[in-house]
């Protein structure tokens, strides 16, 4: 079958660092896409990663290892407008989206 | 403001009712699918359509149906609601499948069956 691994909860200070992984097994692999997620809201891209290493995007940055399955998104100098579910996304072999369950970040002033 | 709009917002539907979920974009895009979020669950896919006039099947599409006559307008139709469809359902859209094409949602309709 096809999973999506990723904390359910996280918590972090304002202007502090903080990095939310995701693992995968997925019937082929085509890319991962993170996206955010506010309360109440749609989710909104954030980043894709289709090669191997760290692509970064302002204060957003994310990893990929497809060898290990692995992604993480590393978010820097937190702002309390950060505070979201962040959803990591896999496309598989029939180029559709398979989803994480998202983990929710709480950020602390 | 192009983008992707849903209809209704939210909805109280009594079990066994018919309902068609409302989608639309003005991108262009060509590809657009119906997810369900649950709480506690990943975006799930129902049906999508890779281009006006085809659909397929998504991860859960039992209970569910959709048409896609033109690039713009993609409903969700339940033919006959069981309280199991209670859900947030966004629609979304992206230029194709393949490479950087990010999809893009819609701001959801909450549907509760009682």
């Known amino acids: 079958g096809q999973n999506i691994d990723q904390p359910t909860e996280m918590t972090a200070t304002e202007g502090a660092i903080v990095q939310i992984n995701c693992t995968y097994q997925?019937?082929?692999?085509?890319?991962l896409f993170w996206y955010q997620q506010h309360a109440g809201e749609a989710p909104t891209f954030l980043s894709y990663?289709?090669l191997d290493g760290l692509e970064e995007k302002g204060r957003f940055s994310s990893f990929l290892s497809r060898s290990k399955g692995y992604s993480y998104l590393l978010l820097k100098e937190l702002q309390m407008k950060d505070s979201a579910s962040y959803l990591c996304a896999v496309r598989d072999s029939n180029y559709q989206l398979i989803w994480g369950a998202g983990t929710k970040l709480i950020i602390k002033p | 403001i192009a983008g992707i709009t849903q209809a209704p917002t939210s909805q109280i539907l009594a079990a066994g009712r018919r309902m068609t979920l409302r989608c639309t974009q003005d991108m262009r895009h060509n590809a657009m699918y119906w997810y369900r979020q649950d709480l506690g669950l990943g975006l799930r896919l129902i049906h999508y359509s890779n281009t006006a006039g085809t659909t397929g099947k998504g991860e859960v599409p039992d209970g569910y149906s959709v048409s896609r006559a033109n690039t713009d307008d993609f409903p969700l139709t339940l033919a006959s609601a069981v309280p199991s469809q209670t859900s947030v359902y966004f629609c979304a859209s992206s230029t194709g499948q393949e490479g950087y094409n990010e999809q893009f949602f819609g701001p959801g309709t909450r549907l509760t069956v009682l």
């Open positions: 997925t019937s082929g692999f085509n890319g």
């Open positions: 990663n289709v």
